[in-house]
């Protein structure tokens, strides 16, 4: 259901101890400035819409381009935000929708002065119980608009092609619509095909499954490289330069640049054996693993600053 002009707001609270939250913290370790403006530019987004907006597949990509920020550490910033419960991950698993129970309790306050005027009326993805939702605001279903029972007009859409009725009542027709896991891979195909707007197909699906190279692996590979490298000079350092050039990538792209990395270490090797007519390169030539990773490897996306 489309939302009337009025509900997005010019303005949204904002708290000032925003930075005292515990995941605000964490964010900011793991993402730096990159993932609070991150956070606050999909904040802003929800606001102009009003308290929800929903992901498509052009979603990562303007972010990235709007920030000078990769499109993977938008990706991983948005898994991090879903999984601290920062936006509801039940409702952007179902319907690739970005919201929360404090994005529209702040909302509520934002719009109060209008609203009071003239009650707005709410239908899709309202999430705060009756108890929690301002007088002004008029929501027409509590149980049918939460996060546990909502149907986006795209799921209407494969199902009514799938199963073709006549009128009936709104009750009946809840209980044709199929969940997320009982499509199957043939309509999900179908619907790409087709173009069919179906959230969690293509934007979602990238994002929930979104998985980093892990720490145990990074070490593995560390161990790997440095053995070959002729000159073993501060070793922390060489560690610490290593985890700057793969960790924040995802797990496939994480393990691709380590391996090459692993190639490039070998060859550089067998270059520097060759050297002074075979006798190899005097081992005080040799540049410390750390300086050689930083003149020959780009750091990761969590590390860089500017377009990925």
Known sequence: MSRTQSQGIEYFPFAVDFFADNKVKILKARYG???????MYILC??????????????????I?????????????????????SMFNEQLFKSDAILTSDGIQERWQIAVAKRAQ??????????????????PYIKVAHFSDSSAKNTFTSAKKALNSANYP??????SKEEKIYKKESE???EEVESAKATQTEIPFLIAKESILSYREITESEIEEYFKKIYEIYPRKVSKIRAKETFEHKVRGYSSDEGHKIAQKIYKMVKHQAEVWSEENDG?????????????WLNDNVENSPKYRRGKG
């Open 64 to 84: 990235s381009d709007d920030l000078h920020i990769s499109s993977e550490t938008v990706q991983q910033v948005m898994t991090f935000l879903l999984k601290r």
């Open 165 to 170: 009725q006549s009128k009936v009542k709104e």
């Open 279 to 291: 006798t190899g390169r005097r081992w005080e030539m040799i540049p410390h693993f750390s300086t």
């Open 183 to 185: 499509f199957s891979e």
């Open 117 to 134: 005027k003239t009650p707005i009326k709410v239908s899709d993805y309202w999430l705060l119980n009756e108890a929690d939702t301002k």
């Open 33 to 39: 400035a990159d993932g609070i403006a991150i956070y």
């Open 45 to 62: 987004c929800i606001y102009r819409e009003g308290y929800y907006t929903k992901v498509n597949d052009d979603f990562i990509f303007i």
